[in-house]
């Protein structure tokens, strides 16, 4: 069955620091992974998607996360942290079914 | 185009009562999906439609019932609510399973 595990519900950065916001899957097969961002107040927006093709996967807004097929891992981050970026964050997983399966989220917080 | 929407944005209703929750999307997407977020939990799919007519079930529905008898079209129903259904309920939708989903400003619903 597939899974996905997201360490740390809350994440406190300064401005201008590397953000880094882990996510790790469980899955028979090779898996389809997605990152979502969800601002207060709002619904979910897909931040970046990884379907088998390149490790590195660009998203919107500087982001991006590495496929590491040995670690089960795809990680999130973002070089230099802005005020905007807070928000709640999602990791998901699909192992070819019709389904998602969403992480419990992960909160980031950005200080001056 | 709107996306999705939903309706109502907030409701209350005492234990025992029963309502519809509808999810419009003007994208012509054949998925459409029903989850509910409660904190610490994530996102948590109730059911799910792959076209028109057609439902399944998610990791949580019971208690749900739903209909997709057009295909812009997606309710959710609570027969006989209890305060456990007390969450913010979202719908999403998309192209196809791997594809991104975009979700409607969700609807928060407390169960008395």
């Known amino acids: 069955a597939q899974s996905v595990t997201q360490l740390g519900s809350h994440v406190s950065v300064s401005e201008g620091a590397l953000v880094l916001l882990r996510c790790n899957y469980s899955s028979s097969v090779p898996p389809y992974l997605f990152w979502y961002v969800q601002y207060p107040n709002q619904g979910l927006q897909l931040l970046l998607k990884y379907t088998s093709a390149a490790t590195l996967v660009k998203g919107i807004n500087g982001f991006e996360a590495e496929f590491k097929k040995s670690e089960t891992s795809f990680h999130l981050t973002k070089p230099s942290a802005h005020m905007s970026d807070a928000a709640e964050y999602f990791c998901a997983v699909s192992d070819n079914t019709d389904k998602l399966i969403f992480g419990t989220g992960t909160r980031l917080q950005v200080f001056p | 185009n709107a996306g999705v929407t939903q309706t109502p944005k907030f409701r209350v209703l005492k234990t025992g009562q029963s309502m519809t929750l509808l999810c419009a999307q003007d994208?012509?997407?054949?998925?459409m999906y029903w989850y509910r977020q409660d904190p610490g939990m994530g996102l948590r799919l109730i059911h799910y439609s792959v076209g028109e007519g057609t439902t399944a079930k998610g990791e949580v529905p019971d208690g749900y019932n739903v209909s997709r008898l057009k295909k812009q079209n997606f309710l959710l129903g609570l027969e006989s609510a209890a305060p456990s259904q007390t969450s913010v309920y979202f719908c999403?939708?998309?192209?196809?399973?791997?594809?991104?989903?975009?979700f409607g400003p969700g609807t928060r619903l407390t169960v008395t």
């Open positions: 999403a939708s998309s192209y196809g399973w791997v594809s991104e989903q975009y």
């Open positions: 994208m012509n997407h054949e998925y």
